[in-house]
């Protein structure tokens, strides 16, 4: 099991997110990189990147933070996870968004701990075509053969860049379990950061967030918003 984290400097809604200063003085890569740590030791996180010469500056990130690093394909996110997998004898991850600050540790910790029931399972989700969990919330366990499975050049652009959207749309044709999730995160929040303006939202939420409870940022989010 590993963490493969995805990020890179060239977004298209908040370029050069990735090394925003959160409240915390960390770095919103720094934050997930540190969440990351919590979950897995980091000889099992990598750091997906593009093969950009910007992104070279997170490479030195992962690397100071002592995880491993992977520099792939910017546009085909598919290809790159591949090639990732490939490269580092991945079998089963993680996928964790470098937009996402906060994630439920002890609910991912928890799944890993009884990951061998799930191991059929081509992967496993929060979301599917019915129901989705709080934007940033999201937990996605993915087996890496499963893109042995994906007809490559059908895909369109929008499915190459956006991994999960392929599996979900075409969920039958795999072998996928459903994570339940608590109607606290079922009210269409947003804990990511893919604007400038969400910065006041999170950063009030991790200025006041108790790690060992998730189920308060629910009322943080509100009071955030209310200010």
């Known amino acids: ?19 925003i200063r959160l409240i915390n003085n960390k770095m919103l890569i720094e934050q997930v990189i540190d969440q990351a740590k919590l979950i897995l030791p980091k000889k099992k996180i990598i750091l997906a990147t593009t093969k950009n010469k910007e992104d070279n500056f997170l490479c030195n990130i992962a690397k100071k933070n002592g995880i ?14 591949i090639d990732c997998c490939n490269f580092f004898g991945v079998d089963y991850f993680l996928r964790y968004c470098g937009d996402r600050p906060i994630v439920d540790i002890l609910k991912i910790k928890n799944l890993i701990k009884n990951f061998k029931k799930y191991k059929k399972y081509d992967f496993i989700s929060t979301n599917n075509n019915k129901e989705k969990i709080d934007q940033g919330l999201t937990i996605e366990f993915i087996k890496s053969s499963i893109f042995k499975k994906i007809p490559k050049k059908k895909l369109s652009s929008r499915n190459r860049e ?30 990511t950061i893919d604007y400038k303006k969400d910065l006041k939202t999170i950063n009030f939420i991790i200025k006041n967030y108790d790690k060992k409870n998730i189920k308060k940022i629910a009322k943080l989010y509100e009071e955030a918003k209310r200010r």
């Open 1 to 19: 099991m590993y963490i493969i984290i995805f990020s890179r400097l060239a977004s298209k809604r908040f370029k050069n997110k990735a090394i």
């Open 68 to 81: 491993r690093y992977f520099k792939g394909s910017q546009n085909n996110l598919i290809k790159r996870t």
């Open 162 to 191: 956006h991994m999960m959207t392929y599996l979900y749309r075409n969920n039958r044709l795999f072998k996928n379990y459903k994570i339940s999730f608590s109607k606290l995160f079922k009210k269409q929040y947003k804990y």
